[in-house]
């Protein structure tokens, strides 16, 4: 079914039009008439002139390390056209250099070198691939240490890379510097009327098609720009920003996926058109339009911004132009789980709020029926919490995931404490200081508003009280009777008083002043003692980890009845007995991550105990998880919560850049700040169709670029019915459920980039195939846009299937047929 367009072209041009062919297999010394005599390069294209109605056309199954820039305009009846001609897949333009295990040869020990050579010198270099995971840029060779570790000399056009295991193609698979970078694949800088067709573009850190300058009647139609490199705010797949008022641009049947912005639109054109168009994946949004000129019609754009858990696929003011399909509509394509989606879901505040330790146990039998892992991230440091240690343990012994989730559920973000003023009449000035966690109110002639309390927690009180706390503070003030006290609306009581900043003598009887947190205080203790509770007060933590203890018994004596094994926290004891048994093994399951254990046993025989055995240290296996409250975090609070011996934290509800510019998964996802995704509001008030559609976007970003994502809920925000729709979808749509441990444990074992907490690891899955597939919802959804652009990306006839078209640069084709790749 796939046609030779070159044909259907030639008996559209103008009489006078010549027809040039371009090769990678032919030579610029040829004259490019006829497909024997192709030119071989873009750059041959580049700086040549042409006339109104030439055609270029490019070798299908031919590939170009290059980019396009036309020079020549064509005129109103008579475009330039550019596109394709042959059988089989799409002319290629890519940034992607695949290296060969004949490149490379061995500079010193690991170190290897390649020598690139491409049309035109390759003056830097940002992304190199290893296999599916990018690499890390060094800035000289001898810095060189660690796999994937990569250099490029410029003046040279060496890549150095570090294999530690032979040959780098050997080692990784593949070796891939994108080396057009900052470039755009086909740039249209101040030439108008041309045609581009049938190209696919690909492996770009910049732009797929730019057009800039006096650029305008443009018409570009059944292309792909599918970028694949996360380069911070770029690329964009077809990048619109002419000077002038331009009033004549058509973007017809083009797909733009996994760039930064599918379309984006700048500048003060007066009308721009695109129709039949898809975007799905890109990192931020599908359409952004800056001009407020651009119609959308018959389009489709899903799943776009992978920063957050919801989609956001347009921006600015584009005009619908009507037939564009539903937002969060699943496009049912051929593939697009390259990675396991993993998807963690979390009820959040048992131990902050009486209630909600009820409501999430009414929802167990729920996760249990559809067996979906559950963690319930629990808040520690209030009285609730110590009434609750039974219910949180039960739950862990039951083995549900019970995380962190802080001692008071304090956000640093609202650091007001609460406001004082001395309402006294016996002390003429009063002052308040605080200084080294020491809170001083000077009243003279007044005992009761003299104040001289130290701050500084007693590092025992796991439940903190009286004054460890703001609540205890604000309450003993106000029991004075000299002062009026008042806690900030956002200030939660169990905050450890010692995390009030510093003050230097306030006048507060003059004027109220209000006193604030110290943010790296509050977020210290507020990791720190949950996790210091939660050790002192569960076991089992962290994925039921335990410590198997084997001894041999006496080699002479009587032979013993019993054996007593005791634990110590610190080597040479004290000891704790911990229990007595009659074989020589005990399995100790009351354990936590990162606890050192030390252990001794004796024998008893005839009613006599032995003394204590030789000690045997054990260090117990495992990963602590933070869940931050309200998805609040920065690179600060990270670094606290690794100091405090968390290995990982369902971060905020916003991805940082990484060392590559990204959060996914090749280039490495930060294991202290994982997406979180709350559920309020975007999830609420839906039809069951509609949350499994939102739903199916989340697994569907997860899968084609490996970010992991962890979904929360607090108390009454679903129904128990919600909560069901909830997991089908997320089960249905091919999610890879785990709890945030399990999650933890994974990234901790993947490919760390060296001296960060970003971890990297490879594709599991096909590369994403976003074709068409038989249930496809873009089949005839789309309009005509006339019979010069019948033909899709493939090169097969739209109508032959029938009057109505597809959306997109690919029309389904009846799985019989059959049907190349592209």
Not at 399 to 417: C, K, L
Not at 675 to 687: I, M, T
């Amino acid at each position: 079914m796939i046609r030779r367009i070159a044909a259907m072209l030639l008996m559209t041009g103008a009489a006078m039009a010549t027809t040039y062919y371009v090769d990678p297999a032919g030579s610029n010394a040829n004259d490019g008439l006829s497909p024997q005599t192709a030119w071989r390069t873009l750059l041959k294209v580049g700086i040549s002139t042409f006339q109104p109605g030439d055609q270029i056309l490019f070798k299908r199954d031919a590939v170009w390390n290059e980019w396009l820039t036309p020079l020549s305009s064509g005129t109103a009846g008579n475009p330039i056209k550019f596109d394709a001609y042959g059988n089989g897949r799409p002319p290629e333009f890519t940034g992607r250099y695949q290296t060969k295990i004949s490149d490379w040869t061995n500079t010193s020990g690991s170190v290897w070198q390649a020598t690139l050579n491409a049309t035109q010198a390759i003056s830097q270099l940002k992304f190199v691939q290893f296999g599916t995971i990018w690499g890390n840029a060094q800035t000289a060779q001898n810095l060189l240490a660690h796999d994937r570790d990569w250099y490029y000399d410029a003046n040279t056009q060496i890549l150095y890379v570090y294999a530690s295991s032979g040959n780098p193609v050997t080692r990784y698979g593949l070796v891939s510097p994108m080396i057009l970078s900052g470039q755009s694949l086909i740039n249209i800088n101040g030439v108008s009327w041309l045609e581009i067709q049938h190209i696919k573009l690909d492996w770009y850190d910049a732009y797929g098609v730019q057009v800039q300058g006096a650029s305008d009647h443009l018409w570009l139609a059944n292309m792909l720009a599918d970028s694949q490199v996360p380069n911070g705010t770029v690329p964009i797949g077809f990048y619109v920003h002419p000077t002038g008022t331009p009033a004549d641009i058509h973007l017809y049947n083009t797909d733009s996926h996994r760039n930064y912005v599918g379309y984006r639109f700048d500048g003060a054109a007066s009308a721009v058109e695109l129709k039949n168009c898809r975007a799905f994946v890109n990192r931020t949004y599908g359409l952004m339009d800056n001009t407020g000129s651009v119609t959308y019609a018959n389009c489709h754009f899903y799943a776009n911004n992978i920063a957050t858990g919801i989609s956001t696929d347009i921006t600015g003011a584009p005009i619908d132009g009507g037939g564009n399909l539903a937002a969060d509509t699943p496009p049912n394509v051929r593939g697009f789980l390259s990675y396991p989606a993993r998807i963690t879901v979390t009820y959040d505040d048992p131990g902050l709020v009486d209630g909600s330790h009820q409501f999430i146990q009414s929802l167990l039998p729920i996760f249990q029926a559809k067996s979906v892992p559950l963690s319930i991230a629990v808040v520690t440091g209030y009285d609730l919490s110590q009434q609750l240690v039974d219910t949180f343990q039960g739950w862990n012994d039951a083995g549900w995931d019970v995380n962190s989730h802080s001692a008071s559920h304090q956000y640093f973000t609202f650091p007001n404490a609460f406001t004082v003023q001395y309402t006294g009449t016996a002390a003429s000035s009063v002052t308040l200081s605080i200084a080294n966690k020491h809170l001083t109110v000077t009243a003279p002639g007044d005992p009761n508003g003299q104040v001289d309390w130290d701050l500084s927690s007693s590092g025992t009180d796991l439940v903190a009280s009286g004054l460890d706390t703001l609540g205890g503070i604000i309450f003993t003030l106000n029991q004075r009777g000299v002062f009026s006290v008042s806690a900030d609306p956002n200030m939660k009581s169990a905050v450890k008083s010692e995390d009030l900043a510093d003050v230097t003598a306030q006048d507060i009887k003059a004027a109220a002043y209000t006193l604030t947190m110290e943010k790296s205080r509050l977020m210290a203790d507020e990791l720190g003692w949950a996790k210091k509770w939660m050790n002192a007060n569960l076991v089992g933590l962290g994925g039921h980890h335990s410590v198997t203890l084997n001894w041999n018994p006496p080699g002479s004596g009587p032979t013993p009845s019993s054996y007593r094994v005791y634990r110590g926290a610190v080597s040479g004891g004290p000891y704790q007995l911990l229990t007595e048994v009659v074989q020589p093994q005990y399995v100790d399951h009351a354990v936590n991550p990162q606890q050192t254990w030390f252990y001794v046993t004796t024998s008893v025989a005839n009613g006599t105990e032995s003394g204590f055995s030789n000690e045997v240290p054990a260090t117990v296996p495992g990963q602590w998880v933070y869940v931050y409250p309200g998805s609040f975090e920065d690179s600060s609070t990270e670094t606290i919560a690794a100091a405090a011996g968390y290995a990982g934290a369902r971060g905020s509800a916003s991805m940082q850049p990484g060392p590559s510019a990204a959060t996914v998964l090749g280039s490495g996802v930060n294991i202290q700040n994982i997406l979180s995704q709350g559920v309020v509001p975007n999830f609420q008030n839906l039809s069951d169709a509609q949350l499994t559609n939102k739903v199916r976007a989340l697994v569907f970003k997860s899968g084609v670029w490996g970010v992991p994502i962890g979904i929360f809920f607090h108390m009454n925000e679903l129904a128990p019915h919600q909560v069901g729709v909830l997991l089908d979808a997320l089960k249905e749509s091919g999610a890879t459920l785990m709890t945030n441990t399990q999650l933890v444990e994974y990234l901790s074992g993947a490919q760390p980039d060296v001296g960060t907490t970003y971890f990297a690891d490879a594709a599991t899955g096909d590369p994403p195939d976003f074709r068409p597939s038989m249930t496809s919802v873009t089949t005839d959804q789309g309009t005509s846009v006339g019979t010069e652009f019948k033909y899709d990306l493939m090169g097969v006839d739209q109508t032959q299937f029938g009057g109505a078209w597809d959306v997109g640069a690919f029309v389904l084709v009846p799985e019989m047929l059959g049907r190349a790749r592209p």
